[in-house]
């Protein structure tokens, strides 16, 4: 079945340590984003690509950074974790810019 | 003018009622209005979404009620069953071409 698959589901590490999420995705689709959902509230776009074009969010911090090496494959970087950035992680694709969107399982994040 | 305000924030039902789940849009440019169910610890799946020249789409137990003049929807989840239990966010976007603007979630639980 096509799908978008996130590794690992779960993540742990240190305030500070450099931290690195992935997506893969069956779908073939142009549009890769990421999200960020906190407890108990809606999932946060933090950014997307358009096939290789990067779309960063006005308010995402520096500390988050993305990669697509391919058309399947994209990466969530977290340079400094911080307490503020545990959270569940999200990836999402798209045949077309903001067109109806697939989200993968996530991956819960926890900074200790 | 870009929020998409839901309501209510948690809802409890019993198995066979009928969960009415309701969210307030300022901006008229929105045209896509989709519905997102997530179950803890998944990604978010669409469920069924609506465009504002319908008032009304139906998609097996789940009903998406549009009021374009009262810039108002509502999804409705007939004969609830416990496994309906999730949190459901209503959304908007322009023309399936901006970011979705997701509502605050509304946690439903339906009990046996």
């Known amino acids: 079945d096509a799908m978008v698959i996130q590794n690992p589901r779960y993540q742990v590490t240190q305030f500070g340590k450099p931290v690195t999420l992935s997506c893969s995705q069956t779908?073939?689709?142009?549009?890769m984003y990421w999200y960020q959902q906190k407890s108990s509230q809606a999932p946060k776009l933090l950014f997307h690509?358009?096939?290789?074009?990067?779309?960063n969010e006005a308010d995402t911090p520096d500390n988050f950074q993305s990669r697509r090496p391919n058309t399947s494959f994209c990466f969530l970087d977290i340079r400094s974790p911080g307490l503020g950035d545990a959270a569940m992680y999200l990836c999402?694709?798209?045949?077309?810019?903001?067109?109806?969107?697939?989200f993968g399982p996530g991956t819960r994040l926890t900074v200790l | 003018q870009q929020q998409v305000k839901q309501s209510p924030q948690s809802l409890i039902v019993q198995k066979g009622g009928i969960p009415i789940i309701n969210c307030a849009y300022e901006?008229?440019?929105?045209?896509?209005f989709p519905w997102y169910q997530q179950f803890p610890g998944k990604g978010p799946a669409l469920l069924i979404a609506?465009?504002?020249?319908?008032s009304e789409k139906k998609e097996g137990r789940f009903t998406i009620s549009f009021n374009k003049s009262a810039k108002q929807f509502s999804l409705h989840i007939m004969d609830s069953q416990p496994g309906d239990s999730a949190t459901y966010f209503c959304?908007?976007?322009?023309?399936?071409?901006?970011?979705?603007?997701f509502g605050q979630g509304t946690e439903l639980s339906v009990k046996p």
């Open positions: 959304a908007a976007s322009i023309n399936q071409g901006g970011k979705l603007i």
């Open positions: 999402a694709t798209s045949k077309r810019l903001y067109n109806e969107q697939f």
């Open positions: 901006n008229t440019a929105f045209d896509y």
């Open positions: 779908l073939n689709h142009n549009v």
């Open positions: 609506i465009r504002p020249d319908v």
């Open positions: 690509y358009y096939d290789k074009d990067f779309n």
